[in-house]
């Protein structure tokens, strides 16, 4: 043993190698029974047809790789780290506990040994300090672990809480299909007559933004979505962008277009590993800073709830500000113009942070009371923690039931569509058929610059081709967004007529 290696501490070398056998076979043994459950889980999925779920499924497991490789950097370069040497100044600055309680962060709670090695002493030797100690680093990889196993099980129960919400509007969905069987002959009835226009567009409110702004903030605590509201969105969605199938599942979409965008919540993107970093950074005694920035998330919520529910205000003004009376059915008009900056996209990217903000709360908190106890300086007096905890209650309630199913039917509103509107099979022989003319579009134009003779055929052939080549690249886009076409050789209604 060298000079300075704390006692008890056993190489490798000197250990018995039943034990080692032992503790190497729990951990395969714990290792293969989680990669043959993800395994079964998608082979499930998928035989259910459940692909959004499923490539969900595989973002987890893209994330848990990315784990394994932060593991492995940690340990790989542990002895690197702890050898970079800094003055004993430099660490006097920024400290989550002041001085004197700084013995509380290298002494976790229930006898856990401390990992001293004899690497420490190389910096003490100097009369420096390590960059970090092999303890810190230790506990830094348990944060890491915990933060993101944390925002993916929350993500989950946020994603199925809000699920059994939008699974109740099912019924609505099929009484208006069994009300619409019949033929209803067209009448002409006062725009205030309807539901949805009294319900969302006040007569003082269409003078008062302020006033519109408020009744949509009140609005997502109570019934944020009501039956009117689900009928004239579905109505405005199908006449806009599928009026040939006015039988169309809506419900159905939705909950396709909203089990796409899961994979993308679930994932963990690298702005929000710099939000990690930069909070790690303002963790500064005194500063209080987790407590202040519980309140970024409850913040951003109700903000994203009241433009969702303010949106709804918006088509309900649209109508009642244009017509007096309407013949037929009451259709609103999908834009754009309603979100954030022309985007319904941006939406998505809030509720994804707060997500990760939450997430982040929740595994710092229990990572704290974990390795350091209650009475750590970290985890601050409980006038701090109480507040954290409830808050983190409440975004939890109002992201599943109000703002999450909220987000599911009003980004259709937007002036296009998601490419889950078709089924899986279409969407591959969609995409299948543009790869196959694009490849034609090439061969042939390589054909048309030799000989004249196949010009005509090549510009037809070349006009389709850029058509489905277009549904390919632009209409099929990241976001999985597909921009209605503005010429359609399928007539689309044009909603009722104004009297």
Same mark, same amino acid.
């Given at each position: 043993?060298?000079?300075?290696?704390?006692?008890?501490? =056993?190489?490798?070398?000197f250990?018995?190698?039943?034990?080692?056998?032992?503790?190497?076979?729990?951990?395969? *043994?714990?290792?293969l029974?989680v990669?043959?459950? @993800?395994?079964?889980?998608?082979?499930?999925?998928?035989?259910?047809?459940q692909k959004?779920?499923?490539?969900?499924l +595989?973002?987890?497991?893209?994330?848990?790789?990315?784990?394994g490789?932060?593991?492995?950097?940690?340990?790989?370069? +542990?002895?690197?780290?702890?050898?970079?040497?800094?003055s004993?100044?430099?660490?006097?600055?920024?400290? #989550?506990c002041?001085?004197d309680?700084?013995?509380?962060?290298?002494?976790?709670?229930?006898?856990?040994?401390?990992?001293?090695?004899?690497r420490?002493?190389?910096?003490?030797?100097?009369?420096?300090? #390590?960059?970090?100690?092999?303890?810190?680093l230790?506990?830094?990889?348990i944060?890491?672990?915990?933060?993101?196993?944390t925002?993916?099980?929350y993500?989950?129960?946020t994603?199925?809480?809000?699920?059994?919400k =939008?699974?109740?509007?099912?019924?609505?969905?099929?009484?208006?299909?069994?009300n619409?069987?019949?033929?209803?002959?067209?009448?002409?009835?006062h725009?205030?007559?309807?539901?949805f226009?009294?319900?969302?567009?006040?007569?003082?409110?269409k003078?008062?933004?302020?006033l519109?702004?408020?009744?949509?903030f009140g609005?997502?605590f109570?019934?944020s979505?009501?039956?009117?509201d689900?009928t004239t969105?579905?109505?405005?969605?199908?006449?806009?962008h599928?009026?040939?199938?006015?039988?169309?599942? *809506?419900h159905k979409y939705?909950?396709?277009?909203?089990e796409?965008?899961?994979?993308?919540?679930?994932?963990?993107?690298?702005?929000?590993?710099? *939000?990690?970093?930069v909070?790690l950074l303002?963790?500064v005694?005194g500063?209080?800073?987790?407590?202040?920035i519980? *309140? =970024? #998330?409850?913040?951003?919520?109700?903000?994203?709830?009241?433009?969702?529910?303010?949106?709804?205000s918006?088509?309900?003004?649209?109508?009642?500000?244009?017509?007096?009376?309407?013949?037929g059915?009451?259709?609103v008009?999908p834009?754009?113009?309603?979100f954030w900056?022309?985007?319904p996209?941006?939406? @998505?990217?809030l509720?994804?942070?707060?997500l990760?903000?939450n &997430?982040?709360?929740?595994?710092?908190?229990?990572?704290?009371?974990?390795?350091?106890g209650?009475?750590?300086c =970290?985890?601050?007096?409980?006038?701090?923690?109480?507040?954290?905890?409830?808050i983190?209650?409440?975004i939890?309630? @109002?992201?599943?039931?109000?703002?999450?199913?909220?987000?599911?039917?009003v980004?259709?509103?937007?002036?296009?569509?998601?490419?889950?509107i078709?089924?899986?099979?279409?969407?591959?022989?969609?995409?299948?058929? &543009?790869?196959k003319?694009r490849?034609r579009k090439?061969?042939?134009?390589?054909? &048309?610059?030799s000989?004249?003779?196949?010009s005509?055929?090549s510009?037809?052939?070349?006009?389709?081709?850029a058509?489905?080549?277009?549904?390919d690249?632009d209409?099929?886009?990241e976001?999985g967004r597909?921009?209605?076409?503005t010429?359609?050789?399928t007539?689309?209604?044009?909603? #009722?007529?104004?009297v």
């Open positions: 043993m060298e000079e300075g290696e704390a006692e008890g501490a =056993i190489k490798l070398e250990t018995p190698t039943w034990i080692v056998a032992v503790v190497c076979s729990i951990i395969v *043994f714990i290792s029974i990669e043959r459950l @993800l395994h079964y889980l998608g082979k499930f999925l998928r035989r259910k047809s959004s779920l499923f490539e969900a +595989q973002k987890v497991k893209e994330e848990l790789m990315l784990l490789f932060i593991s492995l950097l940690l340990t790989v370069f +542990q002895g690197t780290i702890v050898k970079i040497c800094i004993k100044e430099w660490t006097g600055h920024l400290l #989550p002041k001085e309680s700084s013995a509380d962060l290298v002494r976790p709670t229930g006898g856990k040994r401390r990992l001293l090695s004899s420490e002493s190389y910096c003490d030797a100097k009369y420096e300090v #390590p960059l970090l100690s092999v303890e810190a230790h506990q830094l990889h944060f890491i672990f915990v933060l993101a196993i925002h993916v099980v993500s989950v129960l994603m199925v809480l809000a699920g059994l =939008i699974r109740e509007w099912k019924h609505w969905e099929d009484s208006i299909k069994k619409d069987s019949g033929s209803v002959p067209r009448t002409i009835a725009v205030h007559q309807f539901e226009i009294r319900d969302h567009f006040m007569g003082i409110g003078d008062s933004e302020i519109s702004w408020l009744h949509s609005k997502q109570y019934g979505v009501s039956k009117s689900y969105m579905r109505l405005g969605f199908i006449m806009t599928c009026g040939s199938n006015p039988k169309f599942n *809506f939705m909950v396709r277009a909203l796409a965008d899961f994979k993308k919540v679930v994932g963990i993107s690298w702005y929000l590993w710099i *939000f990690v970093v909070f303002l963790n005694s500063w209080h800073t987790y407590f202040w519980a *309140f =970024i #998330p409850l913040i951003l919520l109700l903000a994203v709830g009241t433009k969702l529910e303010h949106v709804i918006q088509l309900a003004h649209e109508v009642a500000e244009k017509h007096s009376a309407i013949e059915d009451l259709v008009k834009s754009d113009d309603h900056l022309h985007r996209k941006i939406v @998505l990217y509720i994804h942070f707060i990760f903000q &997430a982040f709360e929740i595994s710092f908190f229990f990572w704290i009371l974990t390795t350091y209650s009475n750590s =970290i985890m601050e007096r409980m006038r701090y923690i109480v507040p954290r905890l409830v983190g209650l409440i939890q309630i @109002l992201c599943s039931y109000s703002t999450l199913p909220l987000y599911a039917i980004t259709q509103m937007g002036s296009s569509f998601k490419k889950a078709f089924e899986e099979h279409v969407q591959l022989s969609l995409i299948g058929w &543009a790869h003319v490849k090439v061969h042939r134009g390589s054909e &048309a610059s000989t004249r003779s196949g005509v055929g510009k037809d052939q070349s006009s389709r081709g058509h489905l080549q277009k549904l690249q209409d099929l886009n976001d597909v921009e209605p076409q010429k359609s050789s007539p689309l209604n044009t909603g #009722p007529k104004s």
